[in-house]
């Protein structure tokens, strides 16, 4: 049988899936993605294939799956252009000193918790050969993602978007997102270098493509409204060349193509009706069908089945750190920023959803070989874990409480903070 008869029979089968476990999860109030994840997991070794082999098999072919892996990858660039096209940066200037606490909170104690963690592993969990520095880095950064994607569609399902909490909420996990990036690129530089001068290279390239692309915002925006009058066609044309055109050169510069597309993404020019239509496009047809894809190449390097009794305390503390970081951390930083015991125990909640990006980011670390297959698996099922926790959680706290509920006024400011310290808020 062909490559081509393989390609028909498992991407059918994969986005049918993927498509019937996000069902599933809505009816139990969680977010799609939490189905598609765990349909991508439960395909591979951890069920599916324990349980019927040669269903798997026949299923997804070994023969289909580099096929299929390129299309989940290329998927993956363009939802990660997407994540960066919805980063509206300019939009944290309202209530920054807040935002800039919570996101500093958010990011700064889950990296201090993740290194003592990570440090610990290390002579447990670390691949052979992986030197202390880009292990104990990338655990730190990835116990500090938030998913901002997952967190804005968990605040919409809710009708939570256009309040109060919902507005802060956003904007914290989007200055959380940009710095833990940050960190990303940082720790993928020094991951893929030979030598620290060859990671210092790839920062400072890294930080000259940002500044090109930033100061090129102009013109592409030029650009972007004259293909515009021609038709919304080539505006998508130009928007997928040029991500990939990113992704490719960061691959070059010696960062994970993935910084390429979102950094592409985030530096766009913003009021582009053409390019928002673009993207809308992008959204309603790449993702739903060839983002699962991408969930089954992880779920088919997740198994659950064969993660060793001993390394199940590491998954417990793992996920207690993962927690601990994120609501003390944001929650806290909330309250000393002058918010109230339920509304700071929210925004550590919110802060503490960390979805696909998480996905993302801990496959962008088994691919550069930074983490062992055993401690990827770990890290999942605290993604997983953490994700799901934050519907109900969220249902819970927000109960009872109609001034959380209620959409916000377009002029009223983020969060309402006391004149005095005996005032009520």
């Known amino acids: 049988m062909s490559t081509l008869s393989l390609i028909l029979v498992a991407v059918p089968t994969v986005v049918l899936a993927c498509q019937a476990g996000g069902w599933a999860a809505r009816r139990v109030g969680q977010p799609p993605v939490i189905g598609e994840i765990a349909v ?16 798997q098999r026949l299923l997804l072919p070994p023969a289909a799956l580099p096929v299929t892996s390129v299309l989940g990858n290329i998927a993956l660039l363009v939802f990660l252009f997407l994540i960066g096209l919805e980063l509206d940066l300019p939009s ?73 909490l919902g507005t802060f909420a956003l904007a914290c996990a989007a200055a959380d997102d940009a ?32 500044a090109a692309l930033a100061t ?8 972007l409204e004259r293909a515009a009058r021609v038709s919304d066609d080539l505006v998508t044309v130009l928007a997928v060349a040029g991500l990939l055109l990113a992704a490719w050169t960061t691959d070059r510069i010696g960062v994970h193509p993935a910084i390429g597309a979102f950094l592409f993404g985030a530096t766009l020019p913003r009021g582009v009706l053409a390019l ?29 089945a064969a993660l060793p009794a001993g390394q199940w305390g590491w998954a417990a503390l793992v996920l ?20 109230d015991w339920r509304w700071s125990a929210l925004v550590g909640t919110l802060m503490n959803c960390r979805g696909i990006t998480e996905i993302v980011v801990l496959g962008i670390g088994l691919e550069l070989g930074v983490i062992s297959t055993d401690l990827f698996t770990i890290m999942v099922l605290m993604a997983v874990v953490t994700t799901a926790a934050t519907t109900p959680l969220l249902d819970r706290l927000t109960r009872g409480a109609p001034d959380l509920t209620a959409p916000a006024p377009a002029d009223a400011p983020l969060i309402v903070l ?6 009520s808020r």
């Open 40 to 55: 991508g997991i439960l395909l591979g070794p951890s069920l599916l294939g324990w349980l019927a082999p040669d269903v």
């Open 320 to 339: 207690a750190v993962a927690v601990i970081g994120k609501l003390v951390g944001a929650g806290g930083a909330a309250r000393l920023a002058g918010c």
């Open 179 to 210: 710095l833990a990036w940050c960190l990303l690129i940082a720790v993928t530089s020094l991951a893929t270098a030979a030598s620290p001068l060859d990671a210092a290279t790839a920062l400072v390239l890294t930080v000259g493509l940002i």
């Open 92 to 164: 944290l200037r309202a209530n920054r000193r807040a935002v800039a606490s919570v996101a500093a909170g958010s990011v700064l104690l889950p990296l201090t918790l993740g290194t003592a963690l990570a440090l610990a592993m290390y002579p447990y969990l670390a691949p052979p050969g992986v030197q202390r520095p880009p292990f104990v880095l990338f655990i730190a950064a990835a116990l500090s993602i938030t998913a901002f994607p997952v967190l804005a569609r968990i605040l919409a399902d809710r009708g939570l978007a256009t309040t109060r």
């Open 276 to 304: 928002e239509r673009s993207a809308a496009r992008l959204q309603h047809v790449i993702v739903p069908v060839l983002l699962p894809l991408f969930f089954v190449d992880i779920g088919l390097r997740t198994d659950l």
């Open 216 to 223: 090129a915002r102009p013109l592409v925006k030029r650009i």
């Open 418 to 423: 006391p004149k005095t310290p005996g005032e």
